[in-house]
């Protein structure tokens, strides 16, 4: 035990050394972890292109890889301008919908019985002086856009790891020590490349399926910018747990504002609820199964670590990057044992 103890020492010094980088490099990190995600989504593609009864054997792999970069690049664009269009549009209405929130904040107030001080004119001026939606909107729009130029420099180093993807395996064999090594370090890369490819292909298309469904049924029930929402639930379908919360939460915060009585705000929350348990509980395990061998209270944990380490982005990376981390933990006899622990079962 006291032999072991510095060696744990060592080891959390290491750990805390690694997220103090982690956190102070996340401008640099970010963008470069997702550059990689979007790479083995397109060739996540790719391998799924290949599966499609009669077509996919047909066509030459120069095809299938052309089709999924334009899949994700036609996806994007639609994506940013769509949020670009309804963030506009929603700053321009945000005093109307201001306006409908006190309404109904002062028609709740009146059935609780609570219209004493502070009286409902104070706490509208209060409101109204310190909440300003058009500013905030305008934050977001601005975010948006640096979002965007963000995503610009993702592609591009995107670009540069597809055209350097056939010269990784003579990197692999001049870095090894021995060709045992170098193929040991292949079957780890085959793997990852496999188990993370596989999974934000299929999370891809599952994301893409609700928000399509989240938007036939907000469009039925009227609500205002359905699009809008639609989009961000399907991104909210990439955060684990919290993901699916949010998803529901934000149009329904909405429909409180625009609907007039709470009965189509209950039949729109109950709809999507229903999509997102269908699509989550039922074709989620059905089309993915067990591809990552994650525990969930292990993707809990790491979607809390790396959302305090890299704030939104870091909800979205959580998964893969565990995923990955799991796989390489697992090919050493000191930190198998972690690997272990964070597996679904305990085969690795």
Not at 69 to 83: G, K, N, S
Not at 133 to 141: K, P, S
Not at 241 to 252: D, H, M, R
């Amino acid at each position: 035990m006291h032999e072991r103890f510095p060696t744990l020492v060592q080891g959390a010094f290491l750990a805390v050394l690694i997220g103090w980088v982690l956190y102070i490099g996340r401008p640099v990190f970010v963008p470069v972890v997702f550059s990689v995600l979007v790479v083995y989504v397109i060739l996540g593609l790719t391998r799924q292109l290949e599966r499609v009864p009669r077509l996919g054997r047909a066509m030459p792999p120069w095809l299938r890889l052309a089709l999924s970069i334009a899949a994700m690049t036609i996806a994007l664009v639609v994506t940013f301008a769509a949020v670009a269009r309804y963030a506009d549009a929603m700053r321009a209405q945000g005093p109307q919908f201001l306006e409908s929130l006190l309404v109904k904040i002062q028609r709740a107030s009146a059935l609780l019985g609570v219209e004493g001080e502070p009286t409902w004119a104070t706490l509208r001026r209060e409101v109204l002086g310190q909440v300003n939606l058009q500013r905030v909107v305008g934050a977001t729009v601005a975010s948006l856009t640096s979002i965007a130029a963000t995503m610009v420099f993702v592609f591009i180093c995107a670009s540069f790891l597809l055209i350097e993807r056939a010269t990784l395996s003579a990197k692999i064999d001049r870095l090894a020590a021995s060709p045992k090594d170098a193929t040991r370090i292949r079957q780890v890369a085959t793997d990852i490349n496999t188990r993370i490819g596989a999974y934000l292909a299929l999370k891809t298309f599952l994301s893409v399926l609700l928000g399509g469904v989240s938007w036939a049924i907000m469009a039925f029930f009227g609500l205002e910018f359905a699009p809008l929402w639609a989009v961000l639930i399907g991104l909210l379908n990439f955060i684990p747990y919290l993901g699916s919360i949010l998803g529901v939460v934000a149009p329904a915060l909405m429909a409180i504002v625009q609907f007039p009585t709470m009965d189509e705000v209950i039949g729109l929350v109950l709809v999507l609820s229903i999509a997102q348990f269908v699509i989550g509980n039922v074709l989620d395990p059905y089309i993915m199964g067990n591809s990552l061998n994650l525990s969930p209270f292990a993707i809990l944990v790491a979607l809390t670590v790396w959302a305090a380490l890299w704030g939104i982005a870091g909800a979205f990376l959580a998964v893969p990057i565990t995923a990955a981390a799991v796989i390489v933990l697992s090919e050493f006899r000191g930190t198998r044992p972690i690997a272990i622990l964070l597996s679904r079962d305990g085969r690795l």
